[in-house]
């Protein structure tokens, strides 16, 4: 719903949204941590980009538990890249907990150092509901069930590491 469909359909669960009712619904079901987060031209506080999750208290937790519940009365515009990052970070899994059953996440440990990608890939595994991750750090994808390898133009499944250790 964020761009409009030029061709084809796009369904969940067998159901087609249609109508910006149906998006906003469907927006509950899937979250999403984009690879360039957005600060706004506006002045938008980090509490209400937590607050957009559906559920304040897990984002806010999240928060917490990746430093940066100390700036949610900052604007977004003030926070650096990391801390944008794991702003995004923590609305997802306000999202989760508010019920979505998706999390689509294009780059999410992109701006984070070292510390922070593996902390980051830790929450995103540990989340109850199937993560969709496009990534280039391969220790985020060492952790995830199944990863798929673009290369040369041809996609192709490689074995998990986990999967190879095991």
Do not use: K, N
């Not at 360039?36 to 897990?58: C, H, I, K, N, T």
């Not at 430093?67 to 003030?78: H, Q």
């Not at 990863?147 to 499944?157: N, S």
Request: hydrophobic share 45%; glycine share 8%; proline share 4%.
């Amino acid at each position: 719903g964020l761009h409009p469909v030029s061709s084809g359909a796009i369904a969940v669960d067998g159901d087609r949204a249609r109508t910006a009712r149906d998006w906003d619904r469907r927006r509950t079901v899937a979250a999403w941590i984009s690879q360039r987060q957005a600060s706004g031209r506006f002045p938008l506080l980090a509490r209400e980009l937590l607050v957009s999750s559906g559920d304040l208290g897990a984002a806010l937790e999240a928060g917490e538990r990746l430093g940066v519940a100390d700036f949610a009365d900052r604007p977004l515009d003030t926070l650096s890249g990391g801390q944008l990052q794991r702003m995004y970070l923590a609305r997802a899994v306000g999202c989760v907990a508010a019920g979505a059953r998706l999390l689509l996440a294009d780059e999410p440990t992109a701006a984070l150092d070292f510390a922070g990608q593996a902390e980051a890939a830790e929450l995103l595994v540990a989340l109850p509901v199937t993560v969709l991750v496009v990534t280039h750090d391969r220790t985020l994808a060492d952790r995830c069930d199944r990863v798929l390898e673009m290369a040369d133009g041809r996609l192709r499944e490689i074995p998990a590491r986990h999967e190879e250790i095991a």
